[in-house]
């Protein structure tokens, strides 16, 4: 059992530079700039937007989403749609086929719980498991997933889409609520084509379509050429990270989320060690070869994570090198995986703590 003198990390007006670490560290005004742009984007072209909570697993920012002009949120398990629903949030879109007894016996319960709940769907499977399970009760809204080139998840081709839709609509407790995809990056044409020709299969069955909801933030500023959909999914945004700056979708100043690393060795004068490993700054590469991005040290790698060690190389840096003490914002390669090593987020404006925030659905991953 953890010391309850452990639970207190930061309070509003400590220092940032005083902050024990590793600690993930969040800039209020560039969170708040993430939200207004996305969300401004989103009103100019006409799309609803529903952000993906699962980035920051906190309440209070999926309020701040909301009070921009979100119009629901998007989760990906059943636990985490009861911590929001909990919270006071009616409009969930849970993206993820849900199966078994324990799942479909919690979903029920939430579905009776809040007004406007929906999840997905991409086989006959999981069609008739949440058939059997609604049949005689409160219906649950059901969307058809569609693989539009993502290369996970969905349905094949608009035909399938089609047949599973009838299947939805014709089942006894549930409703059919439109159809959802997540694409790869810069395939809007082919994400278009397989939903217009869905879009026209539906319709000569006579099946209405409410929902054609496409997603994914690699995908965000290229949601208005789906003209077809009409809501927008997306979480990374929030925070924006590294493979959003590789991407192109935002600047290092538009990174709210950095970990902060105190370097504790320099064994050699071309390597440092600092305090944040895989349970901090995770060992997901996404694409790179190194573990993120240091703050004023582009030259520096951090080229290997142990559990509590991350290494750096400092062999290509030509200017200043970082000493022993010194504190590091690190730039993560993927900031949906650091929220879910913290118990809390610790959030700062011009160097001092605002406020410290529960990460309150971190675990909930079934």
Known sequence: MHDASFAVVAKAGDRIADLSTPRPVIDEDRLAANIARVQS??????LNFRPHIKTHKIPALAVAQIAAGAKGINCQKVTEAEVFAAAGFGDILITFNILGQQKLERLARLNEKIPALKVVADSEVTVDGLAAHFSGHKPLTVLVECDTGGGRCGVQTPDDAASLAKRIAAADGLTFGGIVTYPKP????????FIAETLAQLKAEGITCPIVSNGGTPSLFEAHLVTSATEHRAGTY??????ML???????DDCAMHVLATVVSRPTADRAVIDAGSK??????QGFSDYGLIVG??????TSLSEEHGV???????GPRPQIGEKLFIIPN??????????????????????????AARGLVW
């Open 334 to 359: 993927h900031t949906c995986v650091v929220s879910n090593l913290f118990d809390t987020m610790v959030f700062h404006g011009g160097g001092v703590v605002t406020r410290v925030e529960e990460v």
């Open 41 to 46: 984007y989103m009103d100019q072209h006409g």
């Open 280 to 285: 901090a700054l995770t060992s997901d590469l």
């Open 186 to 193: 810069q395939s809007a044409a082919a994400v278009e084509a």
């Open 238 to 243: 929030i925070y924006n990270d590294r493979q």
């Open 297 to 302: 040290y582009p030259q520096a790698r951090i």
């Open 246 to 252: 590789r991407m192109g979708h935002c600047t290092e």
């Open 312 to 318: 750096i190389d400092l062999a290509n840096c030509t």
